[in-house]
T-cell receptor
Framework: NAGVTQTPKFQVLKTGQSMTLQCAQD?????MSWYRQDPGMGLRLIHY???????DQGEVPNGYNVSRSTTEDFPLRLLSAAPSQTSVYFC?????????????FGQGTRLTVV | DAKTTQPNSMESNEEEPVHLPCNHS???????IHWYRQLPSQGPEYVIH???SNVNNRMASLAIAEDRKSSTLILHRATLRDAAVYYC??????????FGAGTILRVKS
């Protein structure tokens, strides 16, 4: 009954460091995506994937890389962390469907870049 | 992506019904109307969705205007646990969920 699992829950990075935020789902969903949420704001889409080997950019992709080698996993890489990337990151998954399927979200990773 | 417009905030008394409006005047025929909510310090969670007809589930009801240019999420008896940000989103096949600012719902005891 795991659903969407994000690790770590909290992370502090120094400017210029790199790291990977992990996202795994056990529901065999084709669609996975990453969002960031800054304080007091809605979620903004970073990258998404409609299946293994297929990824695309959302509205705020700069500074982030993704890959999708398996259906279950969709890691988000920060290549060189910047203070502007301080945010809460959410991973989501769902069936593609006809727009009539629900998305499932992880509990988030709170990232601070100092 | 078609846009939605929601009030910034609303307030309700506990145990009373709440009607959360959403305008989506540029909706297309293939757009489903989705509602998600985000409790404090949590990820968004699915509430309900519909296409043309009104929908009910254990969490809420969704009333869709006949011309589909607006919809209303109805919480039948608000509790303190319903205090959250509610997002109205249009979604079509294979398309991503695009979040707006949502409506902050405050529930008073």
């Amino acid at each position: 009954n795991a659903g969407v699992t994000q690790t770590p829950k909290f992370q502090v990075l120094k400017t210029g460091q790199s790291m990977t935020l992990q996202c795994a789902q056990d529901m065999n969903h084709e669609y996975m995506s990453w969002y960031r949420q800054d304080p007091g704001m809605g979620l903004r889409l970073i990258h998404y994937s409609v299946g293994a080997g297929i990824t695309d950019q959302g509205e705020v992709p700069n500074g982030y890389n993704v890959s999708r080698s398996t259906t279950e996993d969709f890691p988000l890489r920060l290549l060189s962390a910047a203070p502007s990337q301080t945010s809460v990151y959410f991973c989501a998954s769902g069936d593609l469907g006809q727009g009539n399927t629900e998305a499932f979200f992880g509990q988030g990773t709170r990232l601070t870049v100092v | 992506d078609a846009k939605t417009t929601q009030p910034n905030s609303m307030e309700s008394n506990e145990e009373e019904p709440v009607h959360l409006p959403c305008n989506h005047s540029t909706i297309s025929g293939t757009d489903y109307i989705h509602w998600y909510r985000q409790l404090p310090s949590q990820g968004p969670e699915y509430v309900i969705h519909g296409l043309t007809s009104n929908v009910n589930n254990r969490m809420a009801s969704l009333a869709i205007a006949e011309d589909r240019k607006s919809s209303t999420l109805i919480l039948h008896r608000a509790t303190l646990r319903d205090a959250a940000v509610y997002y109205c989103i249009l979604r079509k096949y294979g398309n991503k969920l695009v979040f707006g600012a949502g409506t902050i719902l405050r529930v008073k005891s």
